[in-house]
Nanobody, 122 residues
Framework: VQLQASGGGLVQTGGSLRLSCAASERTFSSYNMGWFRQAPGKEREFVVAITWSGGTTYYADSVKGRFTISRDNSKNTLYLQMNSLKPEDTAVYYC????????????????WGQGTRVTVSS
């Protein structure tokens, strides 16, 4: 499956952004999905995952209460609503598909999308 992330940009501290990830196939609805990020000079890290049905979500502690993942299986699209953004949220954000939730949380998805850059200014 091909994944196309969009929605990144420059925002001030405390602002909001909504990322989208469009999938190329209807099989999107059968995949667990996740968002990951990589800050300059740092390793890629897990942000949040959602089960194929959208029924269960798993958040990294660093974004819990500020970020919300959702999906629309009828549109083959994954979303990440990011509120109360902080400078430490600055990173390239990647969506990814497939694998188990354990695998996603271990940064081992089956498919990676290209990234979208988020910059939070102080």
């Amino acid at each position: 499956v091909q994944l196309q992330a969009s929605g990144g940009g420059l925002v001030q501290t405390g602002g909001s952004l909504r990322l989208s990830c469009a999938a190329s196939e209807r099989t999107f609805s059968s995949y667990n999905m996740g968002w990951f990020r990589q800050a300059p000079g740092k390793e890629r890290e897990f942000v949040v995952a959602i089960t194929w049905s959208g029924g269960t979500t798993y958040y990294a502690d660093s974004v819990k209460g500020r970020f919300t993942i959702s999906r629309d299986n009828s549109k083959n699209t994954l979303y990440l609503q990011m509120n109360s953004l902080k400078p430490e949220d600055t990173a390239v954000y990647y969506c990814a598909a497939g694998g188990s939730i354990v695998g996603l949380r271990g940064i081992r998805p089956n498919y990676w999308g290209q990234g979208t850059r988020v910059t939070v200014s102080s």
